[in-house]
């Protein structure tokens, strides 16, 4: 079973991206709205894929993914910016970090469906 952790402080895009996959028995979606608490999250569960949001309150997204890729363990975990930040300061930045993919607010759930079966290497048979 492949799990996937999504980072965003918006309750309505946290279940839109769990319906992708609730027919899916072979991947889990664990959601934290709480970006305070993010990181504790990916510690825990160690994700195969984490989906993070940049523009929150208490802790944005690039300090998330600053503390993720400098730990050698999380640092490994596939990273993949789903955000509204549409500047190219925000790309660069991402681009920086080796993230794995930045997709574009608003949601378009069939392109993240696909780039994330892309990344976790799984054959989409839709």
Known sequence: MKRILVIDDSEANLLLINSIF???PDIEV????NSSKALNVVRKKY????LLDLMMPHIDGFQILDEIK???KL?????MIVSARLDQEAKKMAKNYVVNDYIEKPLDLDLIEK???EVLGKVNAA
Do not use: A, W
Request: proline share 9%; net charge negative; glycine share 4%.
């Open 22 to 24: 609730e027919d899916d």
């Open 30 to 33: 664990v959601v934290e709205s």
């Open 47 to 50: 994700p195969d894929l984490i």
């Open 70 to 72: 400098r730990d050698t």
């Open 75 to 79: 640092g490994k975990i596939p990273v």
């Open 115 to 117: 780039k994330i079966y």
